[in-house]
């Protein structure tokens, strides 16, 4: 798992805006090459994400719940936290993974796979899910 397919995770998941953001703030401290924990303590989270402390531990809390941050409290000494990656998350978020965007799916299918005669039909994709082939037609009406 990388950085990026970490947050795309979080910002395609269900979670409140306060949690997203507490999940970005400790991704950041995370180090992603070594993938040793981050320890960040909750002022450091306060300063960057501009939560109060209470918003910043409710906010891990419903990470750690949700499965998206693992946390172990050191003796006397700050948390240590490892970001994952539910599994139902790694389905909704894997063909979008790698910064791909929905316009570069549709590019890539529609310019590259495709047989260079056959353009009577695009197929379009949302958020990495493929949807049906339509008519270049039916299309410009639509979205023309």
């Known amino acids: 798992m990388n950085s990026y397919e970490y947050q795309d995770a979080v910002l395609a998941s269900d979670l409140s ?3 997203k953001l507490t ?22 989270l306060v300063k960057r994400t501009s939560l109060s402390r209470a918003t910043i531990h409710r906010a891990k ?3 750690i719940d949700a499965g998206y941050l693992d946390s172990i409290r050191r003796y006397n000494k700050s948390n240590l936290y490892l970001p994952m990656i539910p599994t139902q998350s790694l389905h909704e978020t894997a063909v979008v993974s790698h910064r791909r965007t929905n316009n570069e799916l549709n590019y890539e299918y529609n310019n590259e796979y495709k047989e260079k005669d ?14 049906k082939a339509v008519s270049l037609e039916e299309y410009w009406k639509a979205f023309g």
Do not use: C, D, M
């Open 17 to 19: 805006s306060s949690a």
């Open 23 to 44: 999940a970005l703030a400790i991704s950041y401290h995370y180090n992603w090459q070594e993938a040793n924990r981050a320890f960040p303590s909750v002022a450091s």
């Open 61 to 63: 809390k419903e990470l």
């Open 118 to 131: 056959s353009e009577e039909s695009l197929v379009i994709f949302n958020n990495g899910i493929q949807g």
